[in-house]
């Protein structure tokens, strides 16, 4: 990558940072839920999510809410903000029951902590010889990633009895209090439910709703396995150690967040260019080692699969492969092509006296020699005499006046075509530039492999950071 192609770049990423500065969003760096498990069957719930509010304008957002499935039973529902002054109000709104906490005037940016306290009704289960609580304990659509994540279930007696299942993902930590459970994870992933499924003893509780799948206590531990799939605990009937082997399986490679995995992908994206140079350099920039060049004596080469009748533009190149890159040292190349096609007749110099301003000057034209076979000529050759031809004006080419006039200010055209003669010109250098690479490729005098696998490299990586990921950070700022 030059250095203009880096300096694009990050005045790319500029413009990014500027943008989202302009954008109205908001982040979540914290959130504590506590569960506390009645003996009636009910369950109160505590919530204190703060949200980081981040805007251009004064009145960006005007609530703050959770919601909950519209068939959920929820009773005493109550909220309040912390560090101003909202009012708080139910609703329902597409199949969904929100928990909403208001303020008209609108909410300026700053840290917020949103409370909600309500109780759930039917939500502990009677099986055959357990209660199950088996519930959602952070929102499987949250839009954001919670930074620091603190849910406690607390349960009406010691937890020794207790068996308990948690469904979520990975990077979070269980400690087992006296009489409660305490869940903690660091940057939860958005969109990521966190679940439980507590077995209890049966009278703890009273007035329990009866589970629609009416089983035993030995019967649902018996069906847990992690489906990959789903990406969570499901049941299924398999045996003790094909359970463990899940779990085991599970630590082992779901312990990898969405942020690692951008993390070390964008770390990887910018080390790969260099990292890719440097595989490159070893399978293809290094001088080979051949025994039968050691062999030979000083200042000695093989070479008769070089041809004995070359041009000056192929002798060059063998010279100096990389020689059609220079504008300079190709300017020589054309030069001693041309007088190579004049000594051998295919071209004429003509000379013709003029006085100008300053004196007499010499003048001096190329003319094509007419019934010359040009087929015994090399491909670049006839790319020369095809230049020569077009802009010859009855017969002749000159170099300092290429459109033919005798007095350039009087030619109205001269600009135009002066401009029309240098694309020709850097087409043609083009032109023999292809020309010769072919030809050094041919006789095997030449491996480009390595140049031409990194320049399909960065082309790639150019597509990606000008194309695929301005069009990624708009669909993102769109989703904001």
Avoid at 123 to 130: A, H, M, N, S
Avoid at 194 to 199: D, K, M, T, V, Y
Wanted: proline letters at 4%; glycine letters at 4%; one cysteine or more.
């Amino acid at each position: 990558m030059n250095k203009t192609k880096v300096i694009l770049f990050f005045l790319f990423v500029i413009l990014i940072l500027s943008g989202l500065s302009l954008a109205n969003y908001y982040s979540n760096p914290s959130a504590a839920i506590t569960y506390t498990l009645n003996p009636d069957g009910s369950v109160k719930v505590h919530e204190e999510i703060v949200f980081d509010i981040f805007c251009s304008s004064s009145d960006c957002y005007h609530e703050l809410y959770t919601w909950h499935p519209q068939g959920l039973s929820i009773s005493s529902p109550f909220g309040y903000c912390k560090e101003t002054n909202c009012k708080f109000f139910t609703q329902y709104n597409q199949g969904k029951y929100e928990l909403v906490l208001r303020k008209d005037e609108g909410f300026s940016r700053g840290r917020y902590t949103a409370v909600f306290d309500y109780v759930l009704n039917g939500e502990i289960l009677e099986q055959k010889d357990t209660a199950q609580f088996f519930y959602k304990i952070w929102y499987d659509q949250w839009p954001n990633q919670i930074g620091d994540l603190k849910i406690e279930v607390i349960f009406p007696n010691p937890i020794n009895n207790i068996t308990y299942f948690i469904h979520a993902k990975p990077y979070y930590k269980v400690e087992n209090r006296t009489n409660s459970i305490f869940i903690s994870a660091s940057d939860y992933p958005a969109n990521s439910y966190l679940e439980i499924n507590a077995l209890m003893p049966k009278e703890w509780f009273s007035n329990l709703r009866k589970a629609p799948n009416y089983m035993s206590k030995e019967e649902i531990v018996s069906q847990y396995y992690y489906d990959k799939e789903k990406g969570r605990y499901a049941p299924n009937y398999m045996s003790k150690e094909e359970i463990i082997k899940g779990e085991q399986e599970c630590r082992t490679f779901c312990d990898i967040s969405f942020f690692d995995i951008f993390f070390w992908g964008f770390v990887i994206f910018l080390l790969f260019p260099y990292i890719s140079l440097i595989i490159i350099y070893f399978i293809y920039g290094r001088e080979q080692y051949n025994p039968e060049v050691e062999a030979l004596p000083p200042y000695i080469r093989n070479i008769e699969e070089i041809d004995s009748d070359l041009s000056p533009i192929y002798a060059r190149s063998y010279l100096e492969p990389g020689f059609a890159n220079n504008q300079d040292a190709m300017g020589q190349a054309i030069a001693g092509e041309i007088l190579f096609l004049v000594n051998e007749g295919y071209l004429e110099i003509k000379e013709e006296k003029k006085r100008g301003l300053l004196g007499q000057y010499n003048e001096y034209y190329l003319k094509i020699v007419e019934g010359k076979d040009t087929s015994k000529l090399n491909e670049a050759q006839k790319k020369l005499i095809s230049f020569i031809k077009k802009y010859s004006v009855n017969g002749y080419f000159s170099f300092t006046n290429p459109s033919g006039s005798k007095n350039f200010i009087e030619n109205a055209f001269f600009s135009r075509i002066i401009v029309d003669i240098e694309k020709d010109i850097e087409k043609l250098v083009n032109n023999l530039n292809s020309i010769v690479s072919r030809y050094l490729k041919d006789k095997n005098a030449i491996d480009t492999s390595g140049r031409d696998l990194y320049r399909k490299i960065a082309s790639i990586l150019s597509t990606i950071i000008f194309i695929i990921f301005p069009f990624l950070t708009i669909l993102t700022l769109k989703a904001i």
